[in-house]
């Protein structure tokens, strides 16, 4: 009983701590962009997939990406459908095109 406590103790903090590193990788990659004019971003990723009003005079750019994970028979050869997973970044930008905040959710790699 102890033995199967340590194992489930220690594949709990391995996806804890790896969860942290996407977030952080994501989180460090989005603050890059902080200060820089939206344009760098689109040169780099692409057009936009929608484009919002800040509330401020500004705007917000947003890229989404949804997909579906892949799906997989199980040992009585029962098919279970892939979960649907999505990221989406976010850059609020002011009237001069200067990023001044962005976040993001999901699955972002």
């Avoid at 579906?68 to 976010?90: L, M, P």
């Amino acid at each position: 009983m102890k033995r199967k406590l340590n194992i489930l103790l220690t594949l709990t903090i391995v996806l804890v701590f790896s969860n942290c590193s996407i977030s952080s990788k994501t989180t460090e990659a989005m603050n890059s962009w902080k200060g820089s004019h939206i344009s760098k971003v689109i040169a780099s990723w692409g057009p936009e997939t929608k484009l919002t009003g800040d509330g401020k005079g500004g705007k917000v750019y947003t890229w989404e990406r949804k997909w579906t994970a892949f799906g997989y028979y199980d040992f009585k050869d029962v098919y279970h459908e892939g979960k649907k997973k999505y990221c989406i970044k976010n850059f609020y930008v002011n009237e001069k095109g200067i990023i001044y905040y962005w976040r993001w959710q999901g699955a972002c790699d």
